[in-house]
């Protein structure tokens, strides 16, 4: 019955929303529908001693494992009812199809100039690192290094920077754009860093915005984004090594390719499958305190509530917290009215998202975007007061959007 509802629910939201990445309501059904699809057969056809087992989560029985997912079920009809609610009062019809081109000209430079910067900038960053680390960068005893904070902040930018000129230099100069690229990558691989795969990223985007036509564009992400799903595991690995740096890092592949394909689903399981089972540990688990409950609500910032006293009681282990979702259907009713509310603040940022784009608002609507949806992921992993405050992020926001004229991006 209670997944019948939600099909009706879903088909009437359908009628009134086209399928776009830029909706905030099609990101949260994918995400949430997606983490059901997988969460199921990983229950029930996953052998016991192939989970994860994050915490001592996963193995509950099938009774418990019904329990989190009819919270999740119940949680997506509210989130529907909000939607439908606001589409149909505010006479909302499907929203246009948009099309907005990214090809920016970028101002006339010379490669030369492009080159020798980025020749300065390998330099310096050379300097750095071996002020920083030394030897310790090659081969070390532990993941972690000590060095000069201001120091590895500078690093960092400065190779942040460096992906960026490899971007802009991939027509012209594309060896040299890959010798900067595979530069910066060595550098983030022998810290250990996950910005191997972000600084990956950035310099896929820069090339992808650049330069690949609208035809090529889709072809580029679907050949690009396994690797990247397999890249993040490789880095997620190296952390769990027996040995550091950048020399056992770059052999852990040949000597332990398992690590990384079992680091790569760990990957998916943590972003997709964990939070279902953290969920049901939380609504077993979490105190029914409405002074919690107003703390976790409270848009002040935590030194002005009780945030830093009640935290610790909101929390799995020391390292696990109870997730916002589980959380808040700890109070049943009020769980109804948070995602009724949620849908309809939803459907309201999917139009004035949409709008902005439409209009080359392209900056101002890509960061109302961007934190419209990292409610999806906090909610599923993170505390109830870590979730809602984007929420509050989004109106501010839309607030500033509303009272000051943004610019239009001119492509």
């Not at 019809?93 to 920016?104: A, E, M, P």
């Not at 980025?118 to 330099?123: G, L, P, Q």
């Not at 688990?285 to 945030?307: A, C, I, K, Q, R």
Request: glycine share 4%; hydrophobic share 50%; proline share 4%.
């Amino acid at each position: 019955m209670i997944w019948f509802l939600l099909i009706i629910l879903l088909s009437m939201v359908k009628s009134r929303t086209k399928f776009t990445f830029f909706s905030p309501i099609v990101v949260f059904y994918s995400f949430f529908l997606l983490s059901l699809l997988l969460s199921i057969p990983y229950h029930h056809f996953m052998p016991e001693d192939w989970k994860f087992n994050i915490a001592q989560l996963d193995r509950i029985n099938d009774t418990a494992f019904s329990t989190a997912i009819e919270t999740f079920i119940k949680m997506l009809i509210y989130f529907s009812i909000g939607v439908v609610f606001y589409k149909y009062a505010f006479r909302v019809s499907k929203n246009k199809d948009f099309k907005f081109d990214l090809t920016i000209k970028l101002p006339s430079i010379s490669v030369q100039v492009l080159e020798l910067l980025s020749i300065v900038i390998i330099a310096i960053d050379l300097i750095l690192l071996w002020t920083l680390y030394g030897n310790e960068f090659f081969i070390r005893n532990s993941y972690t290094m000590e060095a000069n904070k201001l120091g590895v902040m500078t690093l960092e930018y400065s190779l942040l920077s460096l992906m960026f000129l490899a971007g802009v230099l991939y027509k012209n100069r594309i060896l040299s754009s890959f010798a900067i690229s595979v530069f910066v990558t060595l550098l983030c691989i022998g810290f250990g860093s996950r910005m191997a795969t972000i600084y990956f990223m950035v310099y896929c985007f820069v090339v992808y915005v650049l330069y690949f036509k609208p035809s090529e564009r889709q072809i580029f992400w679907v050949f690009i984004s396994p690797f990247i799903v397999i890249f993040m595991g490789y880095n997620i690995a190296l952390r769990l090594s027996d040995s550091h740096g950048l020399l056992p890092y770059l052999l852990l592949p040949i000597n332990d390719p398992g690590a990384i394909v079992e680091n790569t689903f760990f990957n998916i399981y943590y972003t997709l499958v964990f939070g279902i089972f953290a969920t049901y540990k939380t609504l077993i688990e979490n105190p029914v305190e409405y002074s919690y409950l107003y703390t976790s609500l409270n848009p002040s910032p935590g030194f002005m509530t009780d945030w830093y006293i009640i935290y610790k009681e909101l929390r799995i282990n020391p390292y696990a917290p109870f997730t916002a979702i589980g959380e808040i259907f700890t109070y049943p009713n009020i769980a109804f009215f948070f995602y009724f509310f949620v849908g309809i603040f939803f459907s309201y940022c999917e139009g004035v998202i949409l709008r902005l784009l439409s209009n080359n608002k392209i900056i101002s609507g890509f960061i109302l975007f961007i934190i419209t949806v990292a409610f999806i992921p906090y909610s599923f992993e993170y505390n109830l007061r870590s979730s809602v405050r984007f929420i509050y992020y989004s109106t501010f926001v839309i607030i500033i959007i509303k009272t000051f004229k943004i610019p239009k991006l001119k492509l």
